[in-house]
């Protein structure tokens, strides 16, 4: 069974940068589309980004030029750096293959950007 683990998200003052970690078990990321998703309350969840087991990258309108993904396949972990960050990125963070159907989903981790 696959289990996804994120971490990393805390409370953060606008312009500044979180790195977010997805540590993963029971498969290897590889040979998958990796993806960061977040939710913030009341909205739908939203791609913020993904990138292939080729290594291509795809950013969310909102995040491109400030977020930037990437992967340790040795680790099995993804990453989310977080740079510029705004209030509206506030949200839960979580990780996950784009395959169908997704793996079991991870607690999340909360990223809060206030002064």
């Known amino acids: 069974q696959v289990q996804l683990v994120e971490s990393g998200g805390d409370l953060v003052q606008p312009g500044g940068s979180l790195r977010l970690s997805c540590a993963v078990s029971?498969?290897?990321?590889?040979?998958?589309?990796m993806v960061w998703y977040r939710q913030a309350p009341g909205n739908q969840r939203e791609l913020v980004a993904s990138?292939?087991?080729?290594?291509?990258?795809t950013y969310g309108t909102s995040v491109k030029g400030r977020f930037s993904i990437s992967r340790d396949v040795f680790k099995n972990m993804v990453y989310l750096q977080m740079n510029s960050l705004k209030p509206e990125d506030t949200a839960v963070y979580y990780c996950?293959?784009?395959?169908?159907?997704?793996?079991?989903w991870g607690q999340g981790t909360q990223v809060t950007v206030s002064s």
């Open positions: 996950n293959t784009a395959s169908w159907p997704a793996w079991a």
């Open positions: 029971g498969r290897r990321i590889s040979d998958q589309t």
């Open positions: 990138i292939s087991s080729g290594g291509s990258r």
